[in-house]
């Protein structure tokens, strides 16, 4: 079993529908939880960051993270055209230094 | 927030022979990282770019085939060493600020020939 579980859709939606991305993980240590979208021949792009269970929510944005079924989840609502992208899910443990464990990375298209 | 560039964007190579890819940060900071991303794959982290002493290789990944330098708190370099087909990827370096944000460079995508 892999540590972090994504499915790599593709996920097509139209224009203004909601959108749900979700990782499962393995390793209950992890304690930071991000968020990046990266598009075509980009790198990885910082969304959103959550630290433990919780929620937040930026703009059209939202995060989720219920560390007790160790499952994560970005929702985007009103989505766009661009918003098309790959996104993926990424975790850390607790300790300063160490480094992300990414998801496959799940690719969106929103047709307008 | 961290900007960061790398160079090359982008490179052919021939079986057998070495690339050093260069990641700059426009600022100071606390952690350096590399990963590769291939097609249809997570991006896998090769090592830890330790400033002053040797790098952190992950399982799978050596020394003699990814040597890395961190010179200072702002530059790393990665080399790809006697390339073969299988290294062909997207090299993406990291660069840490604080204890948890963490931000990519536009990446270097490798063709080895």
């Known amino acids: 079993q892999k540590e972090v579980e994504q499915d790599p859709g593709p996920l097509s939606v139209p224009e203004g529908a909601i959108v749900s991305l979700n990782c499962t993980y393995s390793?209950?240590?992890?304690?930071?939880f991000m968020w990046y979208r990266q598009y075509s021949r980009k790198g990885p792009e910082l969304l959103m960051y959550t630290y433990s269970s919780g929620n937040k929510e930026d703009g059209r944005f939202t995060a989720q993270v219920d560390k007790s079924s160790k499952y994560i989840s970005l929702f985007i609502r009103d989505s766009q055209p661009s918003d098309s992208a790959t996104y993926l899910c990424?975790?850390?443990?607790?300790?300063?230094?160490?480094?992300?464990?990414f998801g496959k990375g799940t690719t969106l298209s929103v047709s307008s | 927030s961290a900007v960061i560039s790398q160079k090359p964007s982008r490179d052919i190579c021939q079986r057998g022979t070495s690339l050093t890819i260069q990641c700059q940060v426009d600022s100071q900071v606390t952690m350096m990282f590399w990963y590769r991303q291939q097609p249809g794959q997570s991006l896998t982290l090769i090592a830890t770019?330790?400033?002053?002493?040797?790098?952190?290789?992950e399982s799978g990944f050596v020394i003699d085939k990814f040597p890395i330098s961190r010179p200072n708190l702002t530059f790393s370099t990665l080399t790809v060493s006697n390339m073969s087909p299988e290294d062909s990827s997207i090299y993406l370096c990291?660069?840490?600020?604080?204890?948890?944000?963490?931000?990519f460079g536009p990446g270097t995508r490798l063709t080895v020939t």
């Open positions: 990424a975790m850390k443990l607790g300790q300063a230094g160490t480094a992300l464990i």
């Open positions: 770019a330790n400033q002053g002493s040797e790098a952190t290789y």
């Open positions: 990291s660069a840490m600020t604080g204890s948890y944000e963490q931000y």
């Open positions: 390793n209950s240590a992890f304690q930071y």
